[in-house]
């Protein structure tokens, strides 16, 4: 690779750093907390279905219990997105049950395509499928240490120190925060987390031209 600092990844997930100073955490935990949300909600829905299925969401008991996911659940949002220590852990799960839901509801689908012919049930095993790809890599990024000192705070670049010419960005395909010289780059650069392109074709090509 021609920028060997290339391979030291800041952070998994976060845009790229606009100047010095700033935060790249808050972009990936804004973004994440609002899925937090979301997940949260469609686990709330899907557990009142099976509640409501089974005969038990309308009994003391049942709507009792639903009723407290459901404050847990806002707790735990409200907690992350405080980023508060003890809501990081508890995230993860919602975006696991969450993801957990999506990939059943896509084979679901997807038996449902190949048994009966239906066609028309391969966009929801399309949105159910990208759903849980997108739930599940919002998952995986709080194991990458980075995001998990810039979510406490700690300060994840601060032991990051920028040579002259270096810049922070993102790689296109992942967002994985990385340390560049841009003048330095060419198409056989690849990220080192997810092995993509960090240049795209048209630009080199955009580059050449106004090269000629």
Not at 10 to 20: C, D, E, K, M
Not at 97 to 106: D, E, G, Q
Not at 109 to 115: C, G, K, P
């Given at each position: 690779m021609a920028n060997s600092r290339a391979d030291e990844m800041?952070?998994?997930?976060?845009?790229?750093?606009?100047?010095?100073?700033?935060?790249?955490?808050?972009?990936?935990?804004?973004?994440?907390?609002?899925?937090?949300?979301?997940?949260?909600?469609?686990?709330?829905?899907?557990?009142?279905?099976?509640?409501?299925?089974?005969?038990?969401?309308?009994?003391?008991?049942?709507?009792?219990?639903?009723?407290?996911?459901?404050?847990?659940?806002?707790?735990?949002?409200?907690?992350?997105?405080?980023?508060?220590?003890?809501?990081?852990?508890?995230?993860?799960?919602?975006?696991?049950?969450?993801?957990?839901?999506?990939?059943?509801?896509?084979?679901?689908?997807?038996?449902?395509?190949?048994?009966?012919?239906?066609?028309?049930?391969?966009l929801f095993v399309v949105l159910f499928s990208w759903a849980a790809l997108g739930s599940g890599r919002r998952a995986l990024f709080h194991w990458h240490p980075g995001y998990r000192a810039g979510y406490l705070r700690k300060g994840p670049l601060d032991t990051f120190n920028l040579e002259d010419g270096e810049m922070l960005a993102a790689c296109p395909t992942c967002l994985a925060v990385l340390a560049i010289r841009p003048e330095m780059l060419g198409d056989a650069d690849r990220c080192p987390h997810c092995g993509g392109a960090l240049v795209s074709q048209e630009l080199i090509k955009r580059y050449n031209d106004e090269e000629a």
């Open positions: 800041v952070l998994a997930g976060s845009a790229p750093t606009p100047q010095p100073g700033s935060d790249p955490v808050e972009h990936i935990h804004r973004g994440t907390s609002f899925i937090v949300l979301v997940d949260g909600a469609i686990v709330v829905f899907v557990l009142a279905e099976i509640l409501g299925n089974a005969g038990i969401l309308s009994t003391p008991f049942g709507s009792g219990f639903l009723a407290t996911v459901v404050f847990t659940g806002l707790m735990v949002y409200s907690g992350y997105r405080s980023r508060k220590p003890w809501a990081y852990w508890p995230s993860v799960g919602v975006l696991f049950l969450a993801t957990l839901v999506f990939l059943v509801n896509a084979f679901l689908f997807l038996y449902i395509m190949i048994v009966g012919g239906l066609l028309t049930n391969i």
